[in-house]
């Protein structure tokens, strides 16, 4: 979108965006369940290689018990994947992630003075005003936000960075019950936490591209669900 001002998420990639993400993947190791438990396989399948090799029996069992277990994490890992994408998306309750909805009836924005789209919603009943950003992959909201409408990181989630005017941060994905907004209703979202957000939170093409059509005609925004229901509320 143009706008006066740049709004503080980006989603944009370049050779420095991509190496930045991954110096912030690997410094997100730590306080991710997913990769630790990727490197300790990791490190048991070369153990249980360097055994094999040795002629013990007992490698070959750990190199092909880690094998199986780096197989089902990487199932794990697509999965998730799946979900940021509505064409890829499957309804995964076996691991507790639950389907991705968006539905309602026709929502208008109308245009800012910044040259932004801006929206008052509620997440999991918690008020605060939400960016609308084309050019955001993922639903982001602040670490004030997300205390107040009680979200909690989701363990073995993914590593996620978010890109801003000060370079990537680390993020930690979560789901939101509800977040409400004019008469679209969107449950089970996935949402990104990043503190680094301010006072900031962005609507991003995750929920945007569940809608049935959304399109700009003049100085609004025009939002219509896939799914119509009765009117939640009159923006």
Known sequence: MDGASEPPYIACMSLEN??????????????????????????????????????????????????????GILVVVVLQLSR??????????????????VEGGETRIPLARDGH?????ELNGAPANFLVDTGATLTAVSSG????????????????????????????????EELRFGNVSARGL???IAPTLGDTNVVGMNLLSRLA???????????????????????
């Not at 940021?84 to 909805?101: C, F, H, S, T």
């Not at 789209?117 to 919603?121: G, P």
């Not at 059509?213 to 923006?235: C, K, Y």
């Open 145 to 176: 936000l997300a205390e107040r409408a009680g979200l909690e990181p989701r363990r073995g989630g993914l590593p996620v960075t978010v890109g801003t005017a000060n370079g990537p941060v680390a993020a930690e994905l979560a789901t939101a």
């Open 117 to 121: 789209f801006w929206l008052r919603a």
């Open 18 to 71: 991509l190496w930045n993400n991954i110096i912030a993947a690997i410094a997100a190791i730590p306080r991710s369940e997913l990769l630790i438990a990727v490197l300790v396989v990791v490190i048991i399948g070369w153990i249980g290689a360097v055994l094999a090799r040795r002629g013990m029996r007992f490698g070959r069992f750990v190199r092909g018990a880690s094998t199986f277990v780096l197989v």
């Open 190 to 192: 996935d949402v990104v």
């Open 84 to 101: 940021l994408d509505p064409r890829l998306e499957v309804a995964v309750p076996q691991i507790g992630l639950p389907e991705q909805v």
């Open 213 to 235: 059509s959304w399109r700009v005609e003049g100085d609004t925004m025009i939002l219509v669900p896939a799914n119509p229901q009765t009117p939640l509320e009159t923006q």
